[in-house]
T-cell receptor
Framework: DTAVSQTPKYLVTQMGNDKSIKCEQNLGHDTMYWYKQDSKKFLKIMFSYNNKELIINETVPNRFSPKSPDKAHLNLHINSLELGDSAVYFC???????????????FGPGTRLTVL | GESVGLHLPTLSVQEGDNSIINCAYSNSASDYFIWYKQESGKGPQFIIDIRSNMDKRQGQRVTVLLNKTVKHLSLQIAATQPGDSAVYFCAETSHNNDMRFGAGTRLTVKP
């Protein structure tokens, strides 16, 4: 069974378009994350959600907006796509204990976004 | 074989040799560290973690060493196998729960 799944796996789109990436976890975790990995493999956290509350919000453009309909899903919406948004986006989840991230994060397979 | 993490992002070792991947972190308040393995086309996968109250932790064929004095973390892989070829990331987190990843080291195992 897939623990953390993302759709689509590949996304090719034109500049200026609006797109969404979906993420679902079946681990029963209470915290989900979105990461961006650039061409140099550098991983940077973008957002995390804990019980439907945004608890980390890195300085990402407000064109990016996470939406969590329930604790098993955290979707990423991107408006007015730019060339620099091209990257691989990873969703992850973890079970946060006592308000601390002591536990491992489980990552999805990634979504490769290419903006033309 | 041994890497110095951010300065030598590629490490090539012979199958059967031991590998050492290094990572330097900057936040002295970090108290939890994780090593992840990322194979081509896949997401990062947890390997081993260590808390700041420890200086060594062992898993199956892997050992993580933590030196808080010099803010250094290393991952040792014993008897490296071709399946160990991947990019390895260290990650750290501190009281503000902000997990930061290192730049990654690509390990290549030669048969």
């Amino acid at each position: 069974d897939t623990a953390v799944s993302q759709t689509p796996k590949y996304l090719v789109t034109q500049m200026g378009n609006d797109k969404s990436i979906k993420c679902e976890q079946n681990l029963g975790h209470d915290t989900m994350y979105w990461y961006k990995q650039d061409s140099k493999k550098f991983l940077k956290i973008m957002f995390s959600y804990n019980n439907k509350e945004l608890i980390i919000n890195e300085t990402v453009p407000n064109r990016f907006s996470p939406k969590s309909p329930d604790k098993a899903h955290l979707n990423l919406h991107i408006n007015s796509l730019e060339l620099g948004d091209s990257a691989v986006y990873f969703c992850a989840s973890s079970q946060v204990g006592s308000g601390r991230i002591y536990h491992e994060q489980f990552f999805g397979p990634g979504t490769r976004l290419t903006v033309l | 074989g041994e890497s110095v993490g951010l300065h030598l992002p590629t490490l090539s070792v012979q199958e059967g040799d031991n590998s050492i991947i290094n990572c330097a972190y900057s936040n002295s308040a970090s108290d939890y560290f994780i090593w992840y393995k990322q194979e081509s086309g896949k997401g990062p996968q947890f390997i081993i973690d260590i808390r700041s109250n420890m200086d060594k932790r062992q898993g199956q064929r892997v050992t993580v060493l933590l030196n808080k004095t010099v803010k250094h973390l290393s991952l040792q892989i014993a008897a490296t196998q071709p399946g160990d070829s991947a990019v390895y990331f260290c990650a750290e987190t501190s009281h503000n729960n902000d997990m930061r990843f290192g730049a990654g080291t690509r390990l290549t195992v030669k048969p």
